[in-house]
């Protein structure tokens, strides 16, 4: 066995991991790998002043570790906002499995994530995310009582997370265009998953204009077909000539790139992380005139569906806070707009406010 080696302050500042951390304020993560399943994954616990930290679980294939470490940490960053700014009593984490969704799934792989997720002896509770089901979840169940979005139970947080979308994508427009009416709106939606098919039913019910792509060729064929919905490429939905962006898939596409591109009066979406440079492209929105729908409150539909399994609340609950998202992003967009800061800002200072009150309360005496 080798010595183990007490590192200096200097030797963690340059660990890239510990770096990460401290700059993010995470209270710890938890890295598992499991040869006999293939089971590669990452837990993040950013916060727990609130209470457990709860947020999903997404599988995707990563090109690296590293690129999957700085995924989760921003994700759990931003369930710990997300939760707060909602007004629930839980923290913020996240966790990622390295693997393709559509051929690496497994009983075994899921039941040995779910351990590891108990080892954290509920300072972490997991539920749905990219590339997750509630079927996958039921498998992780089997090994700790520490997960959400079960079948029978708050199910699926997807439609919840939809409606959400829809009620603040509904704020921002009237805000921009002083009725908050998707009737005849362009809208180009990124993403045709879960989520964005939810998303896309509501913009049709309400005879919006829609534009939709995915990565994902028999996912995009049958949403685009069963909606009406007009196809783009991948590449090509930042070039339509549209009045509302709708990134509903992975993070980082308002970039330096894209803002060349885009079009839209308004970007409201459901994916997470949606800003690459939340300091630069935060700025770089509002100086373009586009009301931005600060993705952590905006997409909280799905974290407040789960919030109502763990406190055995009803379904109708659920429904009814996620619809209280058109006020809170209205808010945001005024309060922005009047004191001429970027909406990105005044989401963090709202959540983090919370955040520091509830740690006040929670001192000894």
Not at 29 to 55: M, Q, R, S
Not at 260 to 273: D, H, Q
Not at 284 to 296: L, Q, R
Not at 352 to 362: L, S
């Amino acid at each position: 066995m080798s010595e183990i080696k007490t590192l200096t302050a200097s030797e963690l500042a340059e660990n890239p991991v510990i770096a990460q951390m401290a700059n993010l304020g995470h209270e710890q993560i938890l890295f598992c790998n499991d040869e006999a399943t293939g089971l590669k994954a990452i837990i993040a616990v950013h916060n727990t002043v609130l209470g457990p930290a709860l947020g999903g679980t997404r599988m995707w294939s990563y090109a690296n570790e590293m690129e999957a470490l700085n995924d989760v940490l921003r994700l759990s960053r931003g369930m710990t906002y997300k939760n707060s700014i909602s007004g629930l009593n839980l923290g913020g984490g996240k966790a990622v499995i390295i693997g393709d969704s559509r051929t690496q799934k497994s009983e075994a792989l899921f039941r040995r994530f779910g351990k590891f997720v108990n080892s954290l002896a509920g300072k972490y509770i997991t539920a749905e995310d990219v590339g997750i089901n509630p079927m996958d979840m039921n498998w992780v169940s089997m090994e700790t009582k520490h997960v959400v979005g079960l079948p029978g139970k708050s199910g699926d947080p997807s439609p919840v997370t939809a409606y959400g979308v829809y009620m603040g994508m509904k704020a921002s427009a009237k805000i921009q265009f002083g009725s908050d009416s998707l009737a005849g709106k362009k809208i180009a939606v990124q993403g045709a998953g879960h989520v964005g098919e939810y998303l896309i039913e509501h913009l049709t019910k309400e005879n919006a204009d829609v534009y939709v792509t995915d990565i994902h060729v028999d996912t995009l064929k049958r949403v685009s077909e069963k909606y009406k919905a007009t196809v783009v490429s991948p590449d090509d939905i930042y070039d339509v000539d549209m009045d509302i962006y709708a990134p509903c898939a992975l993070g980082a596409t308002i970039n330096d790139e894209t803002l060349e591109r885009l079009k839209c009066s308004v970007i409201a979406g459901a994916a997470n992380n949606q800003l690459k440079l939340e300091s630069k492209h935060g700025f770089d929105v509002m100086k373009k005139g586009i009301v931005y729908a600060p993705d952590f409150a905006i997409n909280a539909g799905g974290v407040i569906n789960c919030f109502s399994e763990v406190q055995g609340l009803s379904a109708d609950w659920s429904h009814k806070k996620a619809e209280e998202i058109y006020d809170t992003i209205h808010n945001i967009v005024k309060r922005s707009q009047d004191e001429n800061v970027p909406t990105y800002q005044i989401a963090n200072k709202i959540a983090e406010e919370r955040i520091a009150a509830i740690g006040r309360v929670k001192l000894p005496m």
